[in-house]
């Protein structure tokens, strides 16, 4: 069963500072995604990782992807408030799309 | 150009009665996916639809839960003699595979609440 795991759940941090969300998976993948949610909101896609090596930046954030650790990151540089949400990453099931997705982790950026 | 909608947006039923949600996917796109979030599951795959190819039903969590895709655009879920344990927000995503990408871009979701 492909589990995937996210940590941590919960992140406070102070604006200007630099943080990682790390997302592991249990099963050979290569596809990996990452969401962000506002409250009430639903998702937007971030990133989408197809490869093993690949990295992609927007912004204060950055993901990256290896499958052989079957480890993803999203480092956050300079936090701002505007980045406060959930940050979910998800992986395919089976390269049809079908995601599951790590719990999620609630980010708090305080001034 | 429209993204994906839903509706309606919140649905409030009485334990026992059946709903009909919809999705509206963005035009082209040919998968069609249902997920659900909830506060005790977290974010669930439902079911997915790809052409017309049979639907993937493989997350459905009991047979009171049905979906159908017509015209390869406009889905419903329905759920029939809803439970407590229904109460979610129902999302549903359409996907687009293009050169250098493949993205699910989500509705706005349904909020569901059986009471």
């Known amino acids: 069963e492909l589990k995937v795991e996210q940590n941590p759940l919960f992140l406070s941090m102070q604006e200007g500072k630099n943080y990682t969300i790390y997302c592991n998976y249990s099963t050979t993948s290569d596809r990996l995604y990452w969401y962000r949610q506002d409250p009430g909101k639903s998702l937007e896609s971030l990133f989408v990782?197809?490869?093993?090596?690949a990295v992609k930046q927007e912004g204060r954030l950055m993901a990256s992807l290896d499958t052989k650790a079957r480890l993803s990151t999203l480092h956050i540089t300079a936090a701002v408030h505007d980045l406060s949400a959930t940050y979910f990453c998800a992986v395919d099931r089976g390269s049809q799309g079908n995601l599951i997705f790590g719990k999620g982790t609630k980010l708090s950026v305080k001034p | 150009g429209a993204g994906v909608s839903q509706s309606p947006s919140n649905k409030v039923t009485e334990k026992g009665k059946d709903v009909e949600l919809r999705c509206d996917p963005i035009s082209g796109h040919t998968a069609l996916y249902w997920y659900r979030q909830s506060l005790g599951q977290g974010l669930e795959f439902l079911i997915y639809f790809q052409g017309n190819s049979a639907p993937d039903k493989s997350g459905l969590p009991s047979d009171r839960f049905s979906a159908e895709r017509t015209g390869g655009s406009v889905s419903t879920l329905t759920i029939q003699r809803t439970q407590q344990e229904d109460s979610a927000v129902y999302l549903c995503?359409?996907?687009?595979?293009?050169?250098?990408?493949?993205?699910?871009?989500f509705g706005p979701g349904t909020r569901l609440t059986v009471l």
């Open positions: 990782l197809l490869s093993n090596g």
């Open positions: 995503a359409s996907r687009v595979i293009a050169s250098g990408t493949d993205t699910q871009y």
